[in-house]
């Protein structure tokens, strides 16, 4: 893929080999790998496991790939955030599945939206993002965002071993990291749409107090917000970003029955 997409071509084999034991494949796994690029972490998962489609989307470097013939691997040419994913999956019986990937940093957070809401998401995602928004995803300052309640909410995320800047070309500004993102057996079941205002309308402000932003946003008296978090066991002061799942969920369920 051109940088000027955003890819930075890993050079590293001893990272490339690390991602793809990460992964923890066999021969009975199926893998998607995003943005194969020109295939160093390719020839490792071809080792490793039984299926893999690799998505590119720069042509010239798909018809690279094509060339290498790596072992139960089959090439597409194609934009993740473009193509019919659904589709893609159906049609080469993949609903059992791992992502691995080493992900453009300025699209990052919507691929991984994304996989984690398509009909058939993957089991589990290992990713290479950008440090700081790997951080971000586990919350590793214990300040939750948008984006790791999107993942957490669907997920379990961690993060498993950094990057440095030196093992790319062309070498990019920053550090990378490699995280996993496990599929949570047991997702709720509730309406993911309002949930997820909720939430959005709890950040709508990071300086303001989530009684403010929420009491703006869906014109409750303070007063019935601060007795529901009270009974949540949160206390009144309280900002977004300390906010768990299950407060959330706590949440949700007290605004929408004021709806």
């Not at 998505?55 to 790596?70: M, P, V």
């Amino acid at each position: 893929m051109p940088t000027k997409l955003g890819q930075n071509f890993l050079t590293s084999d001893d990272i490339s080999r690390k991602i793809a034991d990460s992964a923890g494949l066999s021969t009975k796994d199926n893998v998607l790998e995003i943005g194969p690029g020109k295939g160093m972490l390719t020839k490792y998962l071809a080792e490793y496991a039984g299926k893999i489609l690799a998505l590119e989307i720069d042509r010239a470097l798909a018809s690279g790939l094509q060339k290498e013939n790596y072992r139960n691997t089959k090439i597409i040419e194609g934009d993740i955030l473009k193509i019919n994913l659904p589709k893609l999956i159906e049609e080469n019986d993949f609903q059992n599945y791992k992502i691995v990937a080493n992900l453009p940093y300025y699209i990052t957070s919507k691929i991984i939206r994304l996989l984690l809401e398509t009909k058939y998401p993957p089991r589990k995602m290992i990713l290479m993002v950008q440090k700081e928004v790997g951080e971000r995803i586990v919350a590793l300052d214990s300040k939750e965002s948008i984006l790791s309640i999107s993942v957490k909410f669907y997920a379990e995320p961690e993060i498993l071993f950094y990057v440095a800047k030196e093992n790319f070309d062309p070498a990019p500004e920053v550090d990378s990291v490699v995280i996993r993102i496990k599929r949570k057996k047991e997702i709720p079941k509730i309406d993911v749409k309002k949930f997820f205002s909720i939430v959005k309308a709890g950040f709508s402000s990071k300086r303001k107090m989530l009684v403010n932003n929420l009491s703006a946003s869906f014109s409750v008296p303070k007063a019935e917000l601060l007795k529901q978090m009270k009974k949540a066991g949160l206390d009144q002061k309280i900002r977004a970003e300390k906010l768990k799942i299950e407060d959330w969920l706590k949440l949700q369920n007290f605004l929408n029955a004021k709806k």
